[in-house]
Nanobody, 109 residues
Framework: QVQLVESGGGLVQAGGSLRLSCVASRSIFSMGWYRQAPGKQREWVASITSGNFPSYADSVKGRCTISRDNAKNTAYLQMNGLKPEDTAVYYC??????WGRGTQVTVSS
C-alpha cells in the first residue's frame, strides 16, 4: 500500500502561481498529477519518472513544471500563469493505481 498526501492548493487570482506537493509513504517509480473540474472527467496533467523524465498535457505545457525529490518521496507541481479554467481538484497519482485525496485549486478571474 502507498499513501499519497497532497498539499499546496488554494485560491489565487488569474496569472498567479501555486506549487502543489505530494508526499508518498514510500518510493514510487512514477508519480503524476491529474485534475477534475466540476462536471468534467478527471484528466491527466503531468507525470514524472524516478529518473526525472517529465511529461505534460498540452493544456499546461509551458506553464507547469513537475519535479520530484526522491529522497523525500515527494513530487511537486509548480503552476504559473494560472487561468480560471485551471480550477479543479488536483490529485496525485502513483504507479500501482494509487491516488491521493486531492487538493482544491481555484483561480479567480
Amino acid at each position: 500500500q502507498v499513501q499519497l498526501v497532497e498539499s499546496g492548493g488554494g485560491l489565487v487570482q488569474a496569472g498567479g502561481s501555486l506549487r502543489l506537493s505530494c508526499v508518498a509513504s514510500r518510493s514510487i517509480f512514477s508519480m503524476g498529477w491529474y485534475r477534475q473540474a466540476p462536471g468534467k472527467q478527471r484528466e491527466w496533467v503531468a507525470s514524472i519518472t524516478s529518473g526525472n523524465f517529465p511529461s505534460y498535457a498540452d493544456s499546461v505545457k509551458g506553464r507547469c513544471t513537475i519535479s520530484r525529490d526522491n529522497a523525500k518521496n515527494t513530487a511537486y507541481l509548480q503552476m504559473n500563469g494560472l487561468k480560471p479554467e485551471d480550477t479543479a481538484v488536483y490529485y496525485c497519482s502513483a504507479t500501482g493505481g494509487y491516488w491521493g485525496r486531492g487538493t482544491q485549486v481555484t483561480v479567480s478571474s
